[in-house]
């Protein structure tokens, strides 16, 4: 079965500082990966995606990620953190055969202004 | 925002009554999801629909039940509810074009119960 793992479940930060958020997942197919963002009392909406090519994907609000298939990783980055980036991030992998999307844990970011 | 409503956006009901949960959508999608989410477990798929009458279980299945008569329409209900299923509940959406494309979420429905 499927599964993703994001080792931090929660981060602090201050504004400006550089950030990585971790992902692995467990499948040993063509895999389609996904970043979404769950802002306070909202509901989720994607950063970005990765179905194939280039193997770093950029998204909106400066975030990007990188597939990296040899560790199955699918790792989230942003150079420089906003307050506004307060938020909990989930990384979700879907196979395309069954349709389902399976999401990590999440995780928790705060900045701090 | 994708076309997707979802109804009750809050609920508190007791403990061994019925509840349901409705996902309406305007996109006309052929798939439908039902999430729960809950701190330190990140959302858990419930049961999916591929088509109208369409439906499987998810991961969390236990204890809910689905309905799909027409596309728009994705109802959860759960039979008798327990203080165990008081969560963040989610309907998602996605269209039928292959693999490569992503779900899009409702707003969400928080049911409590007591």
């Known amino acids: 079965a499927q599964s993703v793992s994001q080792h931090n479940h929660h981060v602090i930060l201050s504004e400006a500082a550089s950030l990585e958020l971790g992902c692995n997942y467990s499948?040993?197919?063509?895999?389609?990966l996904f970043w979404y963002v769950q802002y306070p009392g909202q509901h989720l909406q994607l950063l970005l995606k990765y179905f194939s090519g280039d193997p770093l994907v950029k998204g909106i609000k400066g975030f990007e990620a990188e597939f990296i298939k040899s560790k199955f990783s699918f790792n989230l980055r942003k150079p420089s953190v906003q307050w506004s980036d307060t938020a909990e991030y989930f990384c979700a992998v879907n196979d395309g055969r069954t349709y389902k999307y399976i999401f990590g844990t999440g995780t928790r970011l705060k900045v701090l202004a | 925002d994708a076309g997707i409503t979802q109804s009750p956006r809050h609920k508190v009901t007791e403990t061994g009554t019925p509840v349901t949960l409705r996902c309406h959508q305007t996109?006309?999608?052929?798939?439908m999801y039902w999430y729960r989410q809950d701190p330190g477990h990140g959302l858990r798929l419930i049961h999916y629909s591929y088509g109208v009458k369409d439906t499987d279980k998810g991961e969390v299945s236990d204890g809910y039940s689905v309905s799909r008569s027409k596309t728009e329409d994705f109802l959860l209900t759960l039979e008798s509810a327990t203080s165990s299923q008081t969560s963040v509940y989610f309907c998602?959406?996605?269209?039928?074009?292959?693999?490569?494309?992503?779900?899009?979420f409702g707003q969400g429905t928080r049911l409590t119960v007591v």
């Open positions: 499948y040993g197919g063509t895999v389609n």
């Open positions: 996109e006309n999608h052929r798939y």
């Open positions: 998602a959406i996605r269209d039928f074009l292959g693999m490569n494309t992503e779900a899009f």
